[in-house]
């Protein structure tokens, strides 16, 4: 049974940068995609923001974030890692990552929240000065 745990959230200020992880136990992500979700204060549904496959190394972005936001993983470490630059009050949420099956060569790119099985409990990140 996969589990994930996200860190690294804070309050920092706008222009600002922060690193988020998702840790995996349980099982190794090689064979996994993982996403990185958010749910704004008051909103109701998760925006997916971005995906790696952890095989093919193949990223997708929101358009909100691109150019920002990179996603990288370390599969020695079991760790997906979410990269912030430049960061806005508007992302201000609560950052959830999310992991589905994935054993194959070509790139998961789905950020819709329904095409995840696995869910960590979020962190949250807060854009403020």
């Known amino acids: 049974q996969l589990a994930l745990v996200e860190s690294g959230g804070g309050l920092v200020q706008p222009g600002g940068s922060l690193r988020l992880s998702c840790t995996a136990s349980?099982?190794?992500?090689?064979?996994?995609?993982v996403g990185w979700f958010r749910q704004a204060p008051g909103k109701g549904g998760r925006e997916g923001i971005s995906v790696i496959s952890t095989r093919s190394g193949g990223t997708n972005y929101a358009a909100s974030v691109k150019g920002r936001f990179t996603i990288s993983r370390d599969t020695a470490k079991n760790t997906v890692y979410l990269q912030m630059n430049s960061l806005k009050p508007e992302d201000t949420a609560l950052y959830f990552c999310?992991?589905?099956?994935?054993?194959?060569?070509?790139?998961?790119?789905?950020?819709?929240?329904?095409?995840?099985?696995?869910w960590g409990q979020g962190t949250q990140v807060t854009v403020s000065s």
């Open positions: 349980g099982s190794s992500l090689e064979l996994y995609a």
């Open positions: 999310a992991a589905d099956y994935w054993p194959h060569t070509g790139d998961f790119r789905s950020l819709r929240q329904v095409d995840f099985s696995s």
